[in-house]
C-alpha cells in the first residue's frame, strides 16, 4: 500500500497596522457601518489616482529584515486582472516581478526538533472588499470598506509536511508580525488570514503532486482540519486511480470539508503588467539602517539570551516568547521579582496560562497586574503562603479581589510555621488514627500520605507542608 507525504505551502495575508489605506487616506479602522470608509480612490472613480501609504512599506522592510531576507532596492506594482463583484476596479494593485520582500526563512518548533522554512517572497498588495451573502435572502451585499486595506503577503516554499507543521509555521508568522507590531493579528476581524496549497506525493518521490489551494482560513483550528480534511480527500481519490484537479477549494467548517470554489488560475491567467500610475518603490541603505535601529529584541534571540542568563528550558523560554506582550511580562516580573525567573516561569506557563485558556481571553486580556503576581511570588518565596494556598490567591487576584496581602488577611490562608501549633495538630492527627499508625510502623508506607492528608486537612490547608512532614517522620520515630 503506498504510503503518502502531504506536501504543503502556506500564503498568509497579514493586515498591516496603518492608520489609512495603502493607496488613498480612508481609515482602515475595523467595524465602521458598510461602504463609509470607501474613498474615490478605493471605488475607483474615473480620474483618481493611488498615493503609497510610507507606512505600509516600512512594515513590509521590517518583515524582511526580521527573516534575514533580501529588500528589493527597487520594486514595482502590477495590476492583477480578474472580475469579482467586490473588486470595483477590475483588478487589483499587487506585486509580482521583484517584490519588495524575495527570500529569508522562518524556523518553527517541530516534535523533530527545530526546523527552518524558507519564504519565497513577500509583498504589499491591496485588499479587496467583502461580499455579504447571508445578510440580503436571494441578494448579495458589498461592503467595499475594506478595499484597499494595505496587506503583505507571505508566501512560504512547499517545505511543510503535515497539518501540525503547517499550523506551526502560521503560529510562528503570526507571532512574529504581532511581535514587530506591522499586523494586529486579529483573525477573527480577518487581520491574519491564510491560503494552504495542499498536495500529496508517494512517500520518498521528488515530484511534487497537483495542488489545491484552500482560501481563507481565519483560525488555527480550521487551518488544521482544512488540511486534514483535503489531504485525505485527494489520498482517496489517487488511490481510487482518479487524479486531483487543480482548483480553489473552500473550507467548510460546519461540514469539516473542503469543497470546489473554482478552477486554479495561474499567474499568466491575471494578466499581470506595471500599474502606469505609480512609482517605482526606492529602497537605500540609509531606509534600511533607520528601521533596522528602531526594530524590537526578535524572539529568537530573545529565547536564547533567557536560557542563558536565566537558566530556562529551551522550551519554557520557547513558549514564553511567542507573544511579545507575554516576554515583556515575563520580564518585568523577573525584575519585580528580584530575579526568580524560574518561579515567574512556572506561575506563568502554570496558573496563568491556564486561566486564560479557560476563560479563552487572549495576554493582553490577562487581569493580573505584574505587581501583583510578583507579590504572590514574594509570599510564596518568603513562606508565608504554600504553593497550594498561592494557586488560592491567585484566583482571588484574577477575580480582582485586591491586593496579595490584604486577601491573605480578609481569608485566613498565611501558612502556619510556628512548630508548637503544628505539633498540636499532629497529636491530635496521631491520636485519632491509632490503626493507621501502626500500619505505617509495620511497613506500609503509603500510611504517611494518609496521615500528611488529615494534619493538612485538620490546618485547613494552612502548615507549612515541609515542615509538618519532617515533624510528622520525628513523631512516627524515622
Known amino acids: 500500500m503506498t504510503t503518502w507525504e502531504i506536501v504543503i505551502g502556506l500564503e498568509i495575508h497579514a493586515q498591516l497596522a496603518t492608520r489609512s489605506k495603502i493607496f488613498s487616506a480612508s481609515s482602515t479602522a475595523f467595524g465602521a457601518a458598510p461602504n463609509s470608509q470607501a474613498s474615490a480612490v478605493d471605488i475607483a472613480l474615473p480620474g483618481v489616482l493611488p498615493v503609497l501609504n510610507k507606512a505600509a512599506v516600512e512594515c513590509a522592510i521590517r518583515f524582511g529584515l526580521a527573516v534575514g531576507a533580501h529588500i528589493h532596492p527597487r520594486s514595482i506594482f502590477a495590476r492583477k486582472n480578474y472580475f469579482y463583484p467586490d473588486l470595483p476596479k477590475g483588478y487589483q494593485i499587487s506585486q509580482m516581478d521583484d517584490p519588495i520582500v524575495q527570500g529569508g526563512s522562518v524556523t518553527i518548533v517541530t516534535e523533530q526538533g527545530d526546523k527552518q522554512v524558507r519564504l519565497t517572497r513577500a509583498h504589499l498588495e491591496e485588499d479587496a472588499g467583502k461580499s455579504l451573502h447571508g445578510d440580503y435572502p436571494g441578494t448579495t451585499g458589498i461592503d467595499l470598506n475594506r478595499a484597499g486595506t494595505p496587506l503583505l503577503e507571505i508566501v512560504s516554499e512547499p517545505e511543510l509536511r503535515g497539518a501540525a507543521e503547517a499550523v506551526a509555521y502560521a503560529r510562528t508568522v503570526h507571532g512574529l508580525v504581532t511581535w514587530l507590531g506591522i499586523c494586529d493579528g486579529n483573525m477573527q476581524e480577518g487581520s491574519f488570514r491564510c491560503d494552504a496549497n495542499v498536495s500529496v506525493r508517494p512517500m520518498g518521490s521528488e515530484t ?45 467548517a460546519d461540514r469539516d470539508e473542503t469543497r470546489t470554489m473554482r478552477s486554479k488560475e495561474d499567474a499568466f ?210
Do not use: H
Not at 216 to 240: G, K, M, P, T, V
Not at 308 to 319: M, P, R
Not at 350 to 371: C, H, I, K
Not at 449 to 471: E, H, I, T, V, Y
Open 208 to 252: 511534487f503532486g497537483t495542488r489545491c489551494e484552500i482560501k481563507n482560513l481565519n483560525s488555527f483550528r480550521f487551518l488544521e482540519r482544512a488540511i486534514l480534511f483535503e489531504a485525505q480527500r485527494q489520498i482517496e481519490l489517487l488511490e481510487d486511480g482518479g487524479r486531483v484537479r487543480q482548483e480553489t477549494r473552500l473550507y467548510d
Open 269 to 478: 491567467d491575471y494578466r499581470y503588467f506595471p500599474d502606469p500610475d505609480l512609482l517605482p518603490v526606492m529602497v537605500d541603505d540609509a531606509w534600511k539602517a533607520e528601521i533596522a535601529a528602531s526594530m524590537p529584541e526578535l524572539p529568537q534571540a530573545m529565547r536564547a539570551r533567557w536560557v542563558e542568563q536565566y537558566g530556562l528550558s529551551a522550551y519554557d523560554a520557547g513558549i514564553l516568547t511567542s507573544n511579545r506582550a507575554m516576554a515583556e511580562y515575563f520580564e518585568a516580573l523577573v525584575l519585580a521579582t528580584d530575579g526568580a525567573a524560574k518561579l515567574c516561569a512556572n506561575w506563568m506557563m502554570g496558573e496563568l496560562l491556564a486561566a486564560l485558556n479557560r476563560y479563552d481571553l487572549p495576554f493582553s486580556a490577562n487581569p493580573v497586574t505584574v505587581n501583583r503576581l510578583a507579590q504572590l511570588i514574594q509570599r510564596v518565596q518568603d513562606g508565608t503562603l504554600s504553593g497550594k494556598l498561592g494557586k488560592t490567591v491567585f484566583d482571588a487576584l484574577w477575580q480582582n479581589e485586591g491586593e496579595v496581602d490584604a486577601i491573605i488577611e480578609a481569608r485566613g490562608l498565611r501558612q502556619v510555621s510556628d512548630s508548637t501549633a503544628l505539633a498540636a495538630v499532629l497529636d491530635e492527627v496521631l491520636a485519632a488514627f491509632p490503626a493507621q499508625v501502626a500500619d505505617y510502623r509495620a511497613g506500609k508506607e503509603k500510611m504517611l500520605g494518609f496521615l500528611m492528608g488529615q494534619a493538612m486537612k485538620l490546618s485547613r490547608g494552612r502548615a507549612n507542608p515541609q515542615q509538618l512532614n519532617d515533624m510528622l517522620l520525628k513523631k512516627l520515630g524515622q
